[in-house]
């Protein structure tokens, strides 16, 4: 995400999260970045098994990031973005499923 990196406040503000100046945020955009990309290559080269692994690992957020609020370490605002992604887990779930990765061989 180039916005986290250059002008991340620009981005969480609107959502009601307390601007960051601190150089975390611009470090989660660069990571975000490189996570882009390899999403993009198992996708254009079919890697199912890193499709399925980070499907999986996009549910989970969620529940950290709802932690992170319950224990008031971030604003409640930020469930937005794992809702986000946890739809965007379910969904490459489902579209696996539908082109049949999921099916057992024997």
Same mark, same amino acid.
Do not use: C, Q
């Given at each position: 995400?180039?916005?986290?990196?250059?002008?991340?406040?620009?981005?969480?503000?609107?959502?009601?999260?307390?601007?960051?100046?601190?150089?975390?945020?611009?470090?989660?955009?660069?990571?975000?970045?490189?996570?882009?990309?390899?999403?993009?290559?198992?996708?254009?080269?079919?890697?199912?098994?890193?499709?399925?692994?980070?499907?999986? /690992?996009?549910?989970? *957020?969620? =529940?950290?990031?709802?932690?992170?609020? @319950? !224990?008031? &370490?971030?604003?409640?605002?930020?469930? /937005?973005?794992?809702? *986000?992604? =946890?739809?965007?887990?379910?969904?490459? @779930? !489902?579209? &696996?499923?539908?082109?049949?990765?999921?099916?057992?061989?024997?």
């Amino acid at each position: 995400m180039l916005i986290l990196l250059l002008v991340p406040n620009a981005l969480i503000t609107p959502f009601g999260i307390e601007p960051a100046n601190e150089v975390w945020i611009r470090l989660s955009g660069i990571l975000l970045m490189a996570l882009a990309v390899y999403y993009s290559l198992a996708a254009k080269h079919e890697i199912v098994v890193i499709m399925k692994a980070t499907a999986f /690992i996009r549910m989970t *957020i969620i =529940f950290f990031f709802t932690a992170f609020a @319950l !224990l008031k &370490l971030v604003s409640p605002n930020i469930i /937005i973005f794992s809702a *986000i992604d =946890f739809l965007g887990g379910v969904w490459t @779930l !489902l579209m &696996l499923k539908n082109e049949g990765h999921f099916k057992r061989s024997n």
